[in-house]
Every structure is written in C-alpha cells, then in structure tokens.
C-alpha cells in the first residue's frame, strides 16, 4: 500500500542524476522504452521507497510503500475507541487505543521524520517538489485519536481548546491528503508558520486550564507537586516550541516547491478565516480563565482558587505567588506580545529612518525615487507613516542596472504603490498579535500573485525583454555576491541565523518567522519561474 | 568559445564547414553543444551553426551565437556581459558524439555543492534599513 507520493521534475542535469542514485541505491530497472527509471529499497521490512524517473519528461515520483495491512489496523482501532466510549470502558485500554492510533497516524511520516531512506533527502535536493500526498486512510485513525482525545481529555475547562484543536487538526490533516489540494507552493511556510503561530495559544490556554483544575480538584500535597510539575513543563515547552521554529526557519529556506499563488478568493479566505477564528477562539478562552466575564471588571477566578491553595498551604504572600504561577504558565503568550511589541517598535522606528536616511535621485517619475546607502540589490515601494509614497533602491542596484533596467524596476514597485501594498503589509503587522504574527495575516493578501502581477505590469510598461535581461543581471550578480562571500569568508554570519547564539538566536528566528520577513522573501518566484511566466503571458 | 571547447565540440562540416550543434536539456534548461544532435529523450536538439572568426585567429577561440530558434527561456540566461562557463564530465567528452554543457554563473552555481551554492543576502538583519527594506513588497530577493 503506498503510504506517501511525492511528485516533481528534476532540477540537475540527468546524467548527474543518475550517477549520483547509482553510488547510492544500486542499479536501476529500466522500462523498455528506455525512458524510465525505477531505483527501489528497503528499510526494517517495514517501508520500500520507489523512486521513478521519466527523462524523457524530467517527471519524479517518490513512493513510500509498505506491506502492513495499514487500512486494516486504522479501521480497527479506530472502531474500538468508539466502542469504549459507548460502553464506557477502562480508561487504561482507552489510552492504549489513542496511542495505537497516534502510532498508525505518524507512521506514513516515520521515513520523512528519521530521514530512514539512503537517498530520500538527497533525492530531494535534485527536484523541485510540485507534490506531496499522505495517505488519505491516515484520516480514520486520526478521526479515532481525536475522538478519544475529546472523550478523555474534552471536559469542563478543557472542552473548548481540545475541540478547537481537534477541528483544526483535522482541517490540516484533510488538507494534506486530498489529491486535488495538495500542489506545494513555495507560500506553504505560511501554513506551518500559522500553526507555529497558534502553538504558544495552546500551550498558554491548556497550562491555564490545568492550573485551575489542579487548584479546584487536587488535594494540597498533590496540587504543589503538580502545579510545580506544570511550570517546568512549561518552560520545557516554551524552549521545544522555539528549537521547533528553528528547524523550520531551516527547512522553509532549504525549500524548492513551485511558487503558484494561490488564485481562488475563496480558498484564501477559508485558510485564513480558519486561522484567525482559531486564535481568536483561543484567546478568548484564555481571557476568560483570567476574568469572570470577558472584561477585566472583576477577580479573576483562576487566581481566587490558586492563591486559597497557596494560602492553605502556609506560604507568604499567595496573592504575588498566584499570579507569578499564572505569569510562568502565560509565557508563550508573553512571548508573542513582546515580539509583536518590538515589530512595531521596529517598524516605526524604520520608517522615521527611511525618511532621514535616505537621498532623493533625480530623475522623472510620477513616484519619488530614494536612494539607500547600501550595497545590497534591492528595491522597495513605501508609503510612509504620513501617506507619502515613494520607491526605494539601494545604491548597489542603481550601479549594477542600466536606464532601461532601472525603469522596469521601478515600474514593478510602482505597481506595489498602486495596489497598495505597503499599507497591507502594514495592517498585517497591526494585526499580527491577534492572529498570532503578522505572517499569518498575509494569507489572504496571498503576495505570490501580486508579485506575479507586478512583474507583468513591468513588462506591459518597459517591454518583456527588458523585464527579463533585469532580472537575470541581478541573479548573476547575486550569484557573485554568494559565491564571493562563501569562497573568501568563512565567519559564521555568513550562514544564516545560526550566529545568534543560545535563547536570543532562537527568540531571533520566532521573531523572524511570525513578524519578519520569511513570508515575503518567499512571495517571489524563482527568476527561471518568473522568467517563464513573463514569457507564457506575453504569448497568450 | 575557448580553444579546448572547440577541439572537443568544433565539427568541420561538410556543408557548414567548422561548426557546433546546439541542444537544451530539458532539467533547467542547460544548453549543451555537441558534434551531432543529441537524440536522447532528455534533450531538445535546436540546430547546427557556424563557428565564426575560427580561421582569422591562431589558436585562438572562435565565436559563437545563439540560434534564434532557441528556446526564449534557455537564451534568456544569457546576455551582453554575461559569463559564460563551459563544463563537461569526461564521459561526455568520451562519447562518440561529445558535448559540453554551456552554463552561465548561477546554473554553474546551482551545479556545486550546497555548501557553495547556498544564496545569501546582504543584510545580516540587525540594521534598520536594510531590515525595513527587506519587509516591503519588493522586486527582489528570490529565494
């Protein structure tokens, strides 16, 4: 049975290709029009990994398949969770039967998660991933771990993050398995950063919810045990979440899917609705536990029970303990708000920057031109804080590009001004703290397709040919800059984020991902897509 | 074209007298010379051209063109200023019809290890300028 597909073409030459499968998994099989070519291998019996290659079409597929009655075993344990809920048996085989369940969910996604297969990572490197499917038998097991899941854990406090968690995991795993859905695009960073997004909501809504429990049902040597239990585990939590968006920062940048922006309206604003309810659920929930009603006008009534406890227990000052222990359980959120405090900061502070920093060059355009001092290649529209508009590039961009390709260049950001992109960026950020960063709030603005549209209002106004000699001079020459820099320096900045260090390194790379710039950076296509796509328009 | 290209590619044609066949593989779009054209599923043979200045200059290299017939995705990689690197394993020169890829910087780029190809900004984040520009909707970077 297959477990999980992933589909692309090759983006190495084929000889290279094969040599390079040949030294890793053997010899292939070939088909008799000497065309396709199948590598296969094994792992613990358990998987067998089939790579298949058209080079006549430079088409690849991956297969993970398996030999365990995988269907079989979903179906089964799946139907005995519904069976214990019915005739309310032991919660010790309930909790089997979530594990076993959890255990069949994950088990497509076993050889991704260990990188079990010789050549699986390295095939990846040699494709670009238009494709992935997981099986869509992984739903019924998962229908059956959310299930036991809301039946053990969905009572009282717990009802609405637990069901909120539920519906969302399953939206994200339908997602993820149904064929006609599952083209990557480059964009997918923005679906895993909402979901990272959201995780410092759980996490802080759950502790929340435990911590009034423990307090109103436990005995007091239990609730001191457990409540210092809950701490620690919440720190350990923060930390995990943290290192978690450091390797996805990590694999976000190593991507190579294709950059389709996402066309139909209502997809996009089904995914981000979906998101921003969530939150907003979330949020809500957590306000709730911290007041009586859904404004700050009374005790909160998860400190009342927590501070008696405190008190009983004969510690001094249970008031400042009580909401010390509710600060330590709300530091993800805190977390949040602070970066989301120091974006606006930043943002402001740049903008008032950009106004003084900066030199006007002379030359006619309906847009004021900016000059930055910098040698980075790079152009950017703005509207400043005061609603003036102006296009910004950088000194190394003007020196590189000749008039023609100064012009295409500021006719794309001119079309940013016109369609008023710098404010959506802005009202993003704005709005970044109740949707849990500002790169969720750009689903719906789904950047991809305004660059492309961008691009093509380049080419109407200065000539497609212009449009791309432009953008393949500034990959050449970034290709130099690279190059230069890897071969004549080896100081670790160089290397990405890796250079901060220790707890700021990893807050640095939270930052970057829920308010920085991960999402734009990948809202441009590569310049061979951009490339092809100035030229299919110009045909049609 | 530099000398050791031509002598391995260069075909002194009975019709065309010295001249080079040009081919596109269809994985990135990677041009590649060679004698006669590849037939393999792989390639997309474009046509034969002439190899221009190649008696005018001792030893020297001759000059090429792209056909015009080439693919516009394939030619847009290259032009005037561009770099342009020639590269072939030895089985492709050893082959009964040898063949060299033509690359420009970044295909050549993208051909090295990760370590070398790795595209890396200007900006390492800490100033504000640079880091306010890099947040607006832009003409570049691609990743």
Request: proline letters at 5%; aromatic letters at 10%.
């Amino acid at each position: 049975m297959k477990l999980v597909s992933v589909a692309g073409t090759l983006n190495r030459p084929w000889k290279l290709v094969r040599s390079e499968l040949n030294q890793l998994l053997g010899s292939p099989s070939t088909s008799d029009s000497d065309s396709i070519y199948t590598w296969t291998t094994t792992i613990i019996r358990l998987y067998t990994l089939v790579i298949v290659i058209d080079k006549s079409t430079s088409d690849v597929t991956l297969n993970i398949r398996t030999s365990v009655p995988y269907t079989l075993i979903g179906i089964s344990a799946t139907l005995l969770i519904l069976v214990a809920r019915i005739l309310h048996l032991s919660q010790y085989f309930l909790l089997f039967m979530m594990v076993l369940c959890l255990g069949i969910v994950v088990f497509p996604l076993v050889p991704s998660l260990l990188n079990s297969f010789q050549g699986y990572f390295p095939v990846q490197g040699l494709m670009d991933t238009n494709e992935i499917q997981v099986t869509p038998v992984v739903l019924i097991p998962l229908v059956g771990w959310l299930t036991g899941l809301v039946y053990a854990a969905g009572t009282g406090p717990f009802r609405i993050p637990i069901l909120v968690m539920a519906v969302f995991m399953f939206a994200i795993f339908a997602y993820h398995t149904v064929p006609q859905m599952m083209e990557l695009r480059r964009q997918w960073p923005i679906g895993a950063v909402s979901v990272l997004a959201s995780l410092p909501l759980f996490l802080v809504a759950g502790g929340l919810a435990l911590l009034y429990e423990f307090a109103t049902r436990l005995p007091l040597n239990t609730f001191l045990f457990a409540t210092s239990a809950l701490v620690g585990g919440m720190i350990f939590l923060s930390i995990s979440y943290l290192k978690l968006t450091r390797q996805f920062v990590l694999v976000a940048q190593s991507q190579t899917a294709p950059n389709e922006p996402i066309e139909s309206l209502l997809a996009r604003i089904a995914w981000g609705g979906l998101l921003v309810l969530q939150n907003i659920c979330l949020l809500a929930f957590t306000l709730f536990f911290l007041s009586d009603r859904w404004v700050f006008d009374a005790w909160p009534t998860s400190v009342k029970p927590v501070r008696n406890q405190i008190a009983q227990a004969g510690l001094p000052l249970p008031s400042i303990l009580a909401w010390s222990l509710i600060l330590v359980v709300s530091i993800p959120l805190l977390m949040l708000f602070i970066l989301w405090t120091w974006h606006i900061y930043t943002t402001i502070r740049s903008q008032i920057a950009l106004s003084n920093d900066t030199t006007h060059l002379n030359i006619d355009t309906e847009t004021p031109i900016r000059i930055i001092d910098s040698s980075s290649l790079h152009a950017s529209a703005r509207t400043s804080l005061q609603g003036k508009q102006s296009i910004l590039i950088t000194k190394g961009l003007l020196e590189l590009l000749d008039d023609d390709e100064l012009q295409a260049v500021i006719a794309h950001e001119s079309y940013h001004l016109k369609n008023r992109d710098p404010l959506r960026s802005f009202l993003a950020s704005l709005l970044g703290l109740l949707v849990g960063g500002k790169s969720t709030g750009m689903i719906i603005f789904d950047f991809p397709r305004i660059e492309r549209q961008a691009d093509l209002y380049a080419a109407d106004q200065v000539g497609t040919q212009t449009v791309i000699r432009t953008l393949r001079r500034i990959e050449a020459q970034e290709t130099r800059y690279a190059a230069e820099k890897v071969f004549s320096d080896n100081s670790p900045e160089l290397m990405g984020s890796d250079h901060y260090l220790g707890v700021i390194g990893l807050a640095w790379d939270l930052y970057n991902t829920l308010f920085g710039n991960l999402i734009l950076a990948n809202a441009h296509s590569s310049v061979d897509e951009r490339v092809q796509y100035i030229l299919a328009s110009e045909r049609t | 074209m530099p000398r050791e290209v031509l002598n391995s590619v260069g075909y002194d044609h009975e019709v065309h007298g010295p001249s080079i066949h040009w081919n596109y593989e269809r994985n990135g779009d990677y041009i590649i010379l060679s004698n006669y054209p590849l037939r393999e599923s792989n390639y997309v043979d474009i046509e034969r051209t002439k190899i221009y200045d190649i008696d005018t200059i001792d030893n020297g290299p001759g000059r090429i063109r792209i056909p015009g017939s080439m693919d516009d995705k394939v030619k847009s990689h290259f032009f005037e200023g561009t770099r342009v690197n020639y590269m072939a394993y030895t089985e492709m020169l050893e082959q009964d019809n040898p063949a060299v890829f033509v690359l420009s910087n970044p295909q050549l780029q993208q051909l090295l290890p990760r370590e070398a190809s790795e595209v890396i900004t200007e900006s390492d984040g800490s100033d504000d300028l640079d880091q306010s520009v890099f947040e607006l909707p832009a003409f570049l970077p691609s990743p």
